[in-house]
């Protein structure tokens, strides 16, 4: 016998089902990661903008070889 197992993610902010993608983010040195419809990855990136585009990028660079 065979199974399929389907993994269904669901918007954690309104419960929908369409076009659900997990979403991770930093803040204070803590990592969250969040399942949003494309609706609300638009929100969150709207509200996100104005300190996005303040901000610097860190993390480690590559040493050239």
Partial sequence: MSRTTRVILV?????????????????????????????NRTDLEAALQPYVGAARKVGRKRAKR
């Fill in 11 to 39: 918007d954690d902010i309104d419960g929908s089902e369409d076009d659900v993608r997990e979403v991770a983010f930093s803040l204070d040195g803590k990592s969250y990661a969040i399942d949003l419809s494309a609706a």
